[in-house]
């Protein structure tokens, strides 16, 4: 139950699609992944694993994540029309049944590649059910790391060692959304910090962190 909100979300949130976990959770994944890209991607792989490699198709999960990838919600009915959107927009999908086990431990595991002539980053996600999602895995430049999971989260890229913003952010978050704690791992010359939170920004609230931190990125 930790990782669940309220009763809603066991239930599961109002969608298209016959599963919370196969369908809802799955444009949640495919919207973080959007929001972690922070652009356009040319071309997406998605390599299902366990349950999502048996059961992609039968479910939507296919609909569902092109759907998150082009930041459409659980009940929008243009799901449907999701990957033939993604083609009109000139985005190569593509997905991937794969043999073995999860890389990140759980049955309903989707690892998406999203590439650009500039970069390429990859996003693992998996469903928890009730159309709750975790975010375990980001690999970017040849890094890879093994997120704590659960959202909501910040991330928060920065360049350079012991940049000041980072300490104005984790007092902020502290403050107004319960901060655990802060992960961070290095990328080249930057830094890239996790910071797992409790409570929800406001969409005001987030708006103004964006003006003063360029570059980051909410997960909810």
């Known amino acids: 139950m930790a990782n669940y909100r309220s009763v809603f979300d066991i239930i599961g949130p109002v969608m298209v699609g016959p599963s919370s976990s196969h369908t809802a959770g ?3 994944i495919g919207n973080a992944a959007r929001l972690i890209f922070q652009k356009t991607p040319k071309k997406v792989v998605v390599h299902y694993y366990e349950s999502f490699a048996k059961t992609h198709r039968g479910h939507g999960t296919d609909f569902a994540i092109a759907g998150g990838l082009l930041g459409m919600t659980p009940d929008d009915e243009r799901i449907l029309n999701a990957p033939k959107l993604l083609a009109e927009a000139g985005i190569k999908l ?3 049944e794969e043999d073995g086990p999860s890389p990140i431990n759980h049955p309903n595991t989707a690892i998406i590649s999203m590439s650009d002539d500039e970069k390429q980053i990859t996003v693992g996600g998996c469903s928890i059910g009730g159309g709750i999602i975790e975010i375990r895995l980001i690999e970017f430049q040849g890094n ?3 997120l704590t999971g659960p959202l909501p989260m910040i991330l928060y890229l920065v360049h350079g060692k012991n940049n000041p913003l980072v300490n104005e952010l984790n007092e902020i978050l502290e403050q107004e959304a319960s901060l655990q704690k802060v992960p961070k791992w290095p990328i080249g010359d930057s830094e890239l910090f996790e910071f797992d939170i409790a409570k929800y920004l406001s969409p005001k609230r ?4 964006q003006e003063k ?7 909810k």
């Open 26 to 28: 799955a444009v949640a």
């Open 206 to 209: 987030f708006s103004e962190l």
């Open 94 to 96: 593509r997905f991937v």
């Open 144 to 146: 890879k790391m093994n």
């Open 213 to 219: 931190f360029k570059g980051i990125i909410y997960l």
